[in-house]
């Protein structure tokens, strides 16, 4: 599917994220006025991507980078035998197509769950500005950083956490990423199916729904579609270090 971009005049969103306890910046933050204005020069325009549409994919050649400004992504990459795997959901606040970073391509494709606009980086221009700004440089190598530890904290949920944990650290997970961008932390809507957070967190659909109905009858959390609300958000965080046995996968 092409994407569908339409142009609008804007300027950079300023947002802090998160994942889990690691602090993300946004490449502005802590910026002089006077330095975020030349930011933003290279910043020319928002894009406009329709649901469904992809913004790159793998095997393009670096142009930008993206600051999603709101809305809702899905990355995948494509193995060689052909299977494909979720990699993450980017949101409002966080930067896409760091993967293309190292060899000028990009290595996922990048589709909107929804309505979005981004924020295009023409990253030629950011590297030359990044080498005259020493706080857009610490906040362009802590943005590629992030990268490198959500890798790590991937690996470390996938090879020791069960099913029921697995769906605790990822709501827990949107949950910090909602309430550090002034949204509710506790009452939120899923703009991912329960079949691309299966492919995320390496489950079946099934075993989804059981962990997902776990958590509900415990009282953890309430679930309605795709509106969640948690009821109980220290005995989530408690069920990433302390669950009370596998479920299999």
Known sequence: ?????????????NAECAFFNVGEL?????????????LSTIIPQRLKIKKGAVLYRA?????????VRSGYFKTTITSRDGRE????????????????????????????????????IHFSQLERLARELPSLQR???????????????????????????????F??????????RGYSGTAFVLRMSREDIGGYLGMRLETICRAIDSLRSQGIVSVSGRAVEILDLERLRTLITGGEGPMTL
């Open 26 to 38: 946004c490449l502005s933050l802590g910026m002089s006025v006077h330095d975020t204005d030349r």
């Open 171 to 180: 709501l827990l997970d949107l949950s910090c990423r909602m309430a550090n």
């Open 85 to 120: 795997r979720l990699i993450g959901f980017p949101m409002s606040g966080e930067l896409l197509g760091c993967d293309a970073i190292s060899n000028d391509r990009h290595e996922c494709d990048a589709m909107a769950l929804e309505d979005s606009e981004v924020c295009p």
């Open 139 to 169: 906040n362009l190598n802590r943005a590629l950083s992030l990268e490198i530890v959500r890798d790590h904290e991937m690996l470390l949920m996938m090879g020791q956490l069960n099913a029921e944990e697995r769906m605790a650290a």
């Open 1 to 13: 599917m092409t994407a569908h971009l339409a142009a609008v005049p804007g300027s950079f969103l």
């Open 59 to 67: 095997g393009d050649p670096l142009r930008s980078l993206y600051a």
